[in-house]
Structure formats: structure tokens, C-alpha cells
């Protein structure tokens, strides 16, 4: 017998337009996080893998080809593959883009 899937679930754009408000008032680099994983679909760890050569701010997109993963044998943080080993491009909302680069034009 298969195992059986797990449904996903998604945010409805009420839920969602709720999320951003309060949002609105949290530190921006977890503003961001949670905006990239709701808005684009990316993982924890995925975001934790990102660094600033991962972002094309003229074509709106992010390569992941990263993860940050905690490696409980060795007790270390680990730069690994993404989750099923292949390196992706997404496509992402102009306005995030541009918070994005506002932050880290920041640091």
C-alpha cells in the first residue's frame, strides 16, 4: 500500500492580506522570511541558504540552490543541496523584490 499523501493547505487572500498587516509592525529580516515563504513558496531552509548572488533584482528572480540544515551527527550547520538535489529559479513578486533589495542595499 502507498503511503497516503498529505494534503496541502494553502492561506486565502483574506488570511493572507491579514498576515502582512500584522506583518507590518515585525523585524524586517523576519518580515521577509515569512513573505518569501508565503508569497514564492520557499522552504526554511531554503530562505536560510540564500545570499545576496542568489538574487536577481533586474528579472525579479531568486536561484536556490542552497540549504542551511543543521547536521545533528557533527552538531554543525551545513550548506547543502536543496531538498530534492535540484537547483531551481523563481519568480518573484516586483514589490518583494524591491523590499528585498532595500534590505540588503541595507547591509
Given amino acids: ?6 494534503d496541502l493547505e494553502f492561506y486565502n487572500e483574506e488570511q493572507l492580506k491579514h498576515l502582512f498587516r500584522v506583518l507590518e509592525n515585525v523585524n524586517p529580516k523576519l ?10 513558496g520557499l522552504r526554511l531552509a531554503e530562505i536560510a541558504g540564500l545570499c545576496v548572488e542568489s538574487f536577481d533584482f533586474e528579472n525579479n528572480t531568486i536561484y536556490v540552490d542552497k540549504t542551511l540544515q543543521f ?9 547543502l543541496p536543496p531538498k530534492n538535489k535540484k537547483p531551481r529559479l523563481v519568480n518573484v ?15
Fill in 71 to 79: 547536521d545533528i551527527e557533527v552538531r554543525k550547520l551545513k550548506i
Fill in 1 to 6: 500500500m502507498e503511503p497516503k499523501k498529505k
Fill in 93 to 107: 513578486p516586483k514589490s518583494l523584490m524591491r523590499e528585498l533589495k532595500l534590505f540588503v542595499d541595507g547591509y
Fill in 31 to 40: 518580515k521577509l522570511q515569512i513573505k518569501l515563504a508565503a508569497m514564492v
